[in-house]
């Protein structure tokens, strides 16, 4: 006589082994989920830009931190804050807030091509020309630098500069880039 193919036996002993399968499976895609996010942190790198000015009558700071993952040896991706805040003695006042996405291509050791897209909050008060300004405005900067470590220097070019709204006085621009 042939035993039935589910009998209660075989089929207590088939949900049993399903069930051990898909707790081990479970456990090891947690192993391994914790593994990724050990790895994703270890390949995150920050950095950013510090910068201060002094002059007769005149200030300005800016604070710019940013965090970028490293994909692999040439590529680096991640997003940017930043912070400025200028002001010439009775005559001139401005707070600039935002964010940028950027990119970084390092084809070799030395040489990096970098794109930023960044978007900005202006606020300014200009009582010298009699004018206050509330805007927001895009750049997009393309650049290229020497990497030397954790540092790089470079130039830069706002692909969408309009000398009305930028707060820069031309399309080109150094940077210093730090990266931990």
Excluded at 92 to 107: C, D, H, K, T, W
Excluded at 110 to 136: I, M, P
């Amino acid at each position: 006589m042939k035993k039935p193919l589910f009998s209660p036996k075989r089929l207590f002993l088939l949900c049993l082994a399903v069930f051990c399968l898909t707790s081990y499976s479970s456990i090891a895609q947690n192993d391994n989920f914790q593994f990724k996010t050990r790895n994703f942190w270890s390949n995150v790198r920050f950095g950013g830009s510090l910068g201060m000015g002094f002059s007769d009558g005149f200030f300005s700071a800016t604070l710019a931190p940013n965090a970028l993952y490293k994909f692999n040896e040439y590529f680096l991706g991640g997003v940017g804050l930043k912070g400025s805040y200028a002001k010439q003695k009775n005559d001139y006042e401005a707070i600039v807030l935002g964010g940028s996405l950027m990119g970084l291509y390092r084809p070799m050791q030395a040489l990096e091509l970098s794109a930023q897209l960044e978007q900005l909050h202006v606020q300014r008060d200009d009582k010298y020309w009699g004018y206050t300004d509330n805007y927001w405005f895009t750049a997009l900067y393309l650049g290229i630098g020497y990497r030397a470590g954790n540092v790089s220097f470079g130039i830069q070019y706002d692909v969408l500069y309009d000398k009305e709204k930028s707060i820069y006085s031309t399309p080109f621009g150094p940077y210093v880039r730090v990266l931990f």
